[in-house]
């Protein structure tokens, strides 16, 4: 088992993502995740690996700030999405334009919370 702690381990530091880690290991995702709950030092090196992996891009997108606009433009996007990200509005409408139907009156109070909720049928 330790060596697929290790290759684990590296892929993380790596850059993978936990899913394709898991698969690189030879393991689950579920036995990260039970040793994850462990609390051991095993646990503290998985985030330790994916602090590493981080920290590499961050500062490989730090660098590429200096020298593209592109970079830093994405950086700030992400970074700071309510004054930098994209804003984009959305419109629906009806048939011909107009306002879409929607029928409340007759439903009960709980029809109505089942519909807040995304319930597809709320009668069902």
């Known amino acids: ?3 697929k702690r290790e290759k684990l381990l590296q892929a993380l530091a790596q850059g993978h993502t936990r899913t394709t880690a898991a698969f690189l290991a030879g393991i689950s995702i579920d036995t ?4 994850e709950r462990r609390g051991d030092e095993y646990s503290d090196r998985i985030r330790e690996a994916e602090v590493a992996a ?3 891009a961050e500062a490989s997108i730090a660098a590429a700030m200096q020298d ?4 830093a433009l ?3 996007e992400r970074r700071s999405r309510t004054e930098w990200g994209k804003q984009q509005q959305v419109e629906l409408s009806g ?5 879409i139907p929607v029928q409340f009156q007759g439903l009960s109070t709980d ?8 319930d597809a049928n709320p009668n069902a």
Do not use: V
């Open 68 to 71: 593209d606009w592109r970079a």
């Open 95 to 99: 048939p011909a334009g107009g306002a």
């Open 32 to 35: 990260i995740k039970d040793w």
């Open 1 to 3: 088992m330790d060596m």
């Open 54 to 56: 981080c920290s590499i």
């Open 74 to 76: 994405a950086y700030l």
């Open 111 to 118: 029809e109505l919370r089942k519909l807040a909720r995304g």
